[in-house]
């Protein structure tokens, strides 16, 4: 069973940066295509980025490109996401999964932009 542990969330001002973690357990990440999601209070989950597990081909929601990377370390069976020029909108509890998510969801990081 694989576990998912999302860290690097804070409290940063708009136009800041962040890089959150995902790191796996009981199962190795590098045969899958992951993704980051987000879900801001009162609203659906909703896609963030994504990079496949060949090729590190990404892609990117209309809302963060030119401003988030999604990336991996398959030797660290770690993926990340650097987040930079952070609005208050990107506010949000961040997740990691596969990206049909079809791992069981970890506690996800808590990002707050304030103005």
């Known amino acids: 069973q694989v576990q998912l542990v999302e860290s690097g969330g804070g409290l940063v001002q708009a136009g800041g940066s962040l890089r959150l973690s995902c790191a796996a357990s009981?199962?190795?990440?590098?045969?899958?295509?992951m993704g980051w999601f987000r879900q801001a209070p009162g609203k659906e989950r909703e896609f963030v980025a994504s990079?496949?597990?060949?090729?590190?081909?990404?892609l990117y929601a209309n809302s963060v490109k030119g401003r988030f990377t999604i990336s991996r370390d398959n030797s660290k069976n770690t993926v990340y996401l650097q987040m930079n020029s952070l609005k208050p909108e990107d506010t949000a509890v961040y997740y990691c999964?596969?990206?049909?998510?079809?791992?069981?969801w970890g506690q996800g990081t808590q990002v707050t932009v304030s103005a």
């Open positions: 009981g199962r190795t990440l590098s045969n899958y295509n």
């Open positions: 990079i496949t597990w060949t090729w590190n081909i990404t």
């Open positions: 999964n596969n990206r049909d998510r079809q791992f069981p």
